[in-house]
């Protein structure tokens, strides 16, 4: 093999791995939405509510979910690599805008999410709920909260059972989404 | 060449003298995130804090055995003597709606080694808690700072990792439970 032959192979090679890895790497990031852009709202909400559970922090503590009580959020939580929440409450209405939504899912008509549950009307709570899968595997959760005073925001990253997401509501910062997702068994 | 040193072993030299001296140096801010957050809301705020010793927050408090999570028995959550409290008390909190740059400057204030936990801010009463974490050994650091209208509280506690996974699954709770536990008498 000539030199120049062998070296542009060993290039191309190199290349070809540097770009698998990056797109795996974008693959596996994907599933964490970038909500700092609803940092502004602060400033208008009555109340602000904000919640970072990373990977190290969930896998570090997960393990000492040792209470009988506790086995069934260890459970749902096995391979949670995060917990992401944004919540704001506004004494008046309209003090969000659709942009403001539209910059969440704008993300969340990305390659691999899918809306899988809507539910609610604009004078109560309207609630949906998006998945992530990477393959046959759920990659990520988020689910968006809406009323006319408030809006949530929440990311699970990693792979989360939707009939277990229950077991979390009022727990790490995630609202209650029982009724949605019940709603959508009845759909079914 | 004997009184004269080569200028090989001047540059040895030097560079241990370097080396020493940056092993030497006393920490710098970033490093300790209690009295980077306490001189942050002094800053901001234009507020003085008070260390209050233990025996003189005995007698200010509930007569609490201490904080108590999620409706469970009442136990210790701070490692014992880890607990270090700076409070504001009868002063002025006011931002003039610049609420959000307080939280930017507290964040500011903190080496990149502490996580953002949870952050709950209500600008009209001024009301804001910040719960920051960071790993120590095998326990982890907990920094909470609740601010109200009047008065302000800056605790930082060590606590068990089996004891942040009772904290983690109310995070609203976790700071008022930390602090409690810090400032009430046991």
Do not use: C, N
């Given at each position: 093999m000539k030199p120049l032959f062998r070296n542009s192979l060993k290039a191309i090679t190199v290349s070809v791995l540097l770009l698998l890895t990056t797109v795996a790497s974008v693959r596996a990031q994907s599933a964490k939405l970038q909500m700092d852009q609803l940092d502004v709202l602060a400033n208008k909400a009555s109340?602000?509510?904000?919640?970072?559970?990373?990977?190290?922090?969930?896998?570090?503590?997960?393990?000492?979910?040792?209470?009988?009580?506790?086995?069934?959020?260890?459970?749902?939580?096995?391979?949670?690599?995060?917990?992401?929440?944004?919540?704001?409450?506004?004494?008046?209405?309209?003090?969000?805008s659709e942009a403001d939504l539209e910059s969440i899912r704008s993300q969340l008509r990305n390659p691999g999410?899918?809306?899988?549950?809507?539910?609610?009307?604009?004078?109560?709570?309207?609630?949906e709920v998006y998945l992530l899968q990477n393959g046959d595997q759920i990659g990520g959760m988020a689910v968006l909260a809406t009323g006319s005073r408030e809006m949530t925001v929440v990311n699970i990253i990693g792979p989360v059972d939707l009939d277990k997401l229950t077991k979390l509501e009022g727990s790490f910062g995630v609202p209650p989404v029982g009724d949605a997702i019940r709603q959508r068994e009845k759909k079914k | 060449m004997n009184g004269a040193m080569k200028p090989k072993h001047a540059l040895c030299l030097a560079m241990a003298a370097t080396f020493l001296a940056a092993l030497a140096r006393p920490a710098t801010a970033k490093e300790d995130g209690f009295n980077d957050v306490v001189k942050a809301i002094e800053q901001f705020y234009h507020v003085k804090h008070q260390n209050i010793p233990l025996l003189a927050r005995a007698g200010m408090k509930a007569a609490k055995t201490a904080a108590r999570i999620r409706g469970g028995d009442y136990k210790r959550l701070a490692e014992a003597g880890s607990a270090r409290v700076a409070f504001f008390e009868e002063q002025n909190f006011d931002s003039h709606g610049q609420i959000a740059s307080f939280k930017a400057s507290v964040k500011n204030a903190l080496s990149v080694t502490w996580s953002a936990l949870v952050q709950t801010l209500a600008p009209k009463n001024e009301e804001q808690n910040y719960i920051y974490v960071r790993e120590l050994d095998k326990n982890f650091s907990v920094l909470v700072i609740t601010i109200e209208r009047h008065e302000a509280t800056v605790v930082e506690a060590t606590v068990a990792p089996q004891i942040l996974a009772q904290l983690m699954k109310d995070p609203n709770e976790m700071g008022k439970a930390l602090t409690d536990d810090a400032t009430i008498d046991p």
């Open positions: 109340e602000t509510v904000e919640v970072k559970l990373d990977e190290h922090l969930m896998q570090t503590t997960a393990k000492f979910f040792s209470d009988p009580d506790d086995a069934e959020i260890k459970e749902v939580l096995k391979g949670v690599k995060g917990i992401y929440v944004k919540r704001f409450e506004f004494e008046k209405e309209g003090e969000y999410w899918t809306r899988i549950v809507s539910v609610g009307s604009k004078k109560e709570i309207s609630i | -």
